[in-house]
């Protein structure tokens, strides 16, 4: 394995004494990987976005940069550029002035400038914007912007701070193919901290799952999708029934009373467990043929399917449930599960 | 209703505004007999009258440098504190507002006076004693001193206003802190700059109690000739008529800092 692009070790950092907004975080990303830390607000991601940049300095722990450390550079001595949450495009420059800001820092000579600025214009395509003021742009040509200024230094990595949460639903879903397309021609590392799982799932080459100053789970979208580690992933990424229960033996779980055939091994016998069911896995059959049976409490539609919660007549238990088939409340059902598609994880 | 609301405000302005706007360029453009004239006009373009107008400008200018100087540093230093005690040094700092304007400047000729509490020091130690009241540097002093404050709060509100991440987008960008300031802090600072020079530029230019007081009469401003006319001569008619001339100088200055201000836009101004 070569040298990570950047290779956070044991980071740590309370902004009060013994308040821990980020607990021993350690995270390698690679040369033109797109890495999103995913977690709530308040999870710290954006504290180890800051980290990175140069913003906040971590009260232990190493940030290694190409394998040397760059916990003590300032943010103007690092090759790292930040796409800020609002942008933060200076209101007294035009739009030249602003992608200009950085090499101008630099001295880059003028015919350099004028060129390097009209290429980003072109890759961002905001050809002939360059004397607009920023404040007569709209939000999306403001981030596109904000995205140019950063590249047009040539960074390494760029970080980015929830870029697209200013914008509306549709302009978002464009930006999240415009900032992987951008990705994939510049080829450099980006960084991306978002709330939304969606735009995570859908840019990511891996994801960090984060919650209360920790990693919950890094893995590739799919994965984390698929085999959520904790249940706090599982309740984030997507929707999930989350039961407690028991390993009978090996592929042969106990939760809600009954046993369910899985795919997990390598528990210990009667070891406790969470188990994880996917609302779109569950599958409903005839009153008697299912492992369950329910009763339907309530039905919504929600476009590609309904949604249903059904009561377990068992414990009472409520299960969440997607299905293109309709069923009216009042309806008792039979509920099974596909046995690979059940998650087990580890529970205390 | 809401027209109706605003009844009470236009009485008071036009009583205690329009009305003695109107009165004073009735004066400047009559004789004492009442007739119309320009002669009042006329006769402040001699040299003798436009050498006090210079000198008011000349004196004024330099407090407003001053006062830019001292207070930009102030107001950062302020707008750096944390929150807590960021108030307590903006009430220390308009403390001594709160306390007569002529006591002040009244307590600067104790301070500087022949007799006063730093000759007294300088005899004490053995020095010489030194010149300090009666002259165009007493009255720079008394301008700084008073008008401060103007400077400062103007340029504090903006620059504690100022969005952090413009200052963590330069750095970011590789601007180190010196370049981080003059790229950014202080361009976007310039509407309360702007606001600090004219809150202090005016009153400076027209004041006549710090000439009075601290320049010791041998130094007549342009605001001394006023009260002389009115209070002394007797010529209301002049009195006015500079009078008018002084505001038309203000207003021309103002005009030419707001549009200034106007091409710089972005940041939060007082006016």
């Known amino acids: 394995m070569g040298e990570y692009m950047i290779d956070l070790k044991g980071v740590s950092k309370a902004f009060r004494k013994d308040q821990w907004v980020l607990d021993d975080i350690h995270l390698s990303i690679l040369e033109k990987e797109f890495v999103t830390l995913l977690g709530p607000s308040g999870c710290g991601k954006t504290t180890t976005l800051r980290i990175i940049g140069g913003f906040e300095a971590a009260t232990r722990g190493d940030v290694l940069f190409e394998g040397k450390s760059i916990r003590d550079l300032p943010p103007y001595e690092r090759q790292i550029n930040t796409v800020f949450q609002k942008y933060a495009l200076f209101p007294h420059m035009n739009v030249f002035e602003n992608i200009a800001f950085g090499l101008n820092i630099k001295r880059v000579p003028k015919e350099g400038i004028q060129k390097k600025v009209k290429d980003m214009l072109s890759l961002i395509d905001l050809k002939g914007f360059e004397k607009r003021r920023v404040h007569s742009l709209s939000g999306g040509q403001q981030q596109r912007v904000a995205i140019a200024r950063a590249l047009v230094n040539e960074p390494k990595v760029l970080l980015l701070d929830e870029p697209l949460g200013a914008l509306d639903l549709q302009l978002r879903k464009e930006m999240q193919v415009e900032l992987k397309k951008i990705q994939e021609q510049v080829g450099i590392t980006f960084l991306y901290v978002t709330h939304d799982q969606e735009e995570a799932l859908t840019m990511s080459d891996r994801v960090v799952v984060m919650n209360e100053g920790r990693i919950e789970q890094i893995g590739r979208p799919e994965d984390i999708y698929n085999e959520p580690k904790t249940p706090f992933v599982a309740n984030f990424i997507g929707e999930s029934n989350l039961f407690e229960g028991e390993m009978k033996q090996d592929n042969l779980v106990y939760f809600q009373g009954k046993r369910f055939q899985c795919v997990d091994k390598a528990f210990a016998d009667t070891e406790k467990v969470f188990v994880v069911v996917r609302p779109e896995d569950v599958e409903l059959t005839g009153k008697t043929n299912g492992i369950i049976e329910g009763e339907v409490l309530r039905t919504t539609f929600k476009g590609i399917h309904y949604e249903m919660m059904i009561k377990s007549l068992e414990d009472e238990k409520e299960w969440k449930v997607h299905s293109t088939e309709r069923r009216t409340p009042g309806e008792v059902v039979g509920i099974t599960v596909r046995p690979d598609l059940i998650h087990i994880m580890k529970r205390g | ?271």
């Open chain 2, 1 to 271: 209703m809401k027209s109706r609301m605003a009844y009470p405000y236009i009485v008071w302005l036009s009583m205690f505004i329009v009305l003695p706007l109107l009165l004073i360029l009735y004066y400047g453009l009559t004789a004492v007999d009442g007739s119309f004239t320009l002669d009042n006009f006329q006769r402040f373009i001699d040299p003798i009258y436009l050498r006090v107008l210079w000198r008011s400008v000349e004196l004024a200018l330099l407090s407003t440098a001053i006062c830019l100087v001292l207070g930009y540093p102030m107001a950062m230093i302020i707008a750096k504190t944390e929150i807590k005690r960021r108030n307590l040094m903006v009430l220390l700092f308009i403390l001594p507002m709160w306390m007569n304007f002529l006591l002040r400047t009244y307590a600067w000729m104790t301070l500087l006076g022949r007799n006063g509490v730093i000759n007294n020091i300088l005899g004490w130690a053995g020095l010489p004693e030194l010149n300090l009241l009666y002259n165009a540097s007493a009255v720079v002093l008394g301008m700084v001193y008073n008008f401060l404050p103007f400077m400062v709060l103007p340029i504090y509100t903006v620059l504690s206003k100022m969005d952090q991440s413009y200052i963590e987008a330069a750095k970011d960008l590789g601007a180190n802190n010196r370049k981080v300031f003059w790229k950014v802090i202080f361009p976007l600072s310039l509407p309360g700059v702007i606001s600090g020079v004219t809150m202090v530029f005016m009153p400076a230019v027209s004041t006549f109690v710090i000439p009075r007081l601290l320049g010791g009469g041998q130094l007549m401003l342009i605001g001394n000739l006023v009260e002389q006319q009115f209070s002394y001569v007797g010529d209301w008619n002049f009195g006015s008529a500079i009078s008018i001339v002084m505001m038309l100088f203000i207003l021309i200055s103002m005009a030419l800092m707001t549009r200034f201000d106007k091409e710089q836009q972005g940041g939060v101004g007082l006016w």
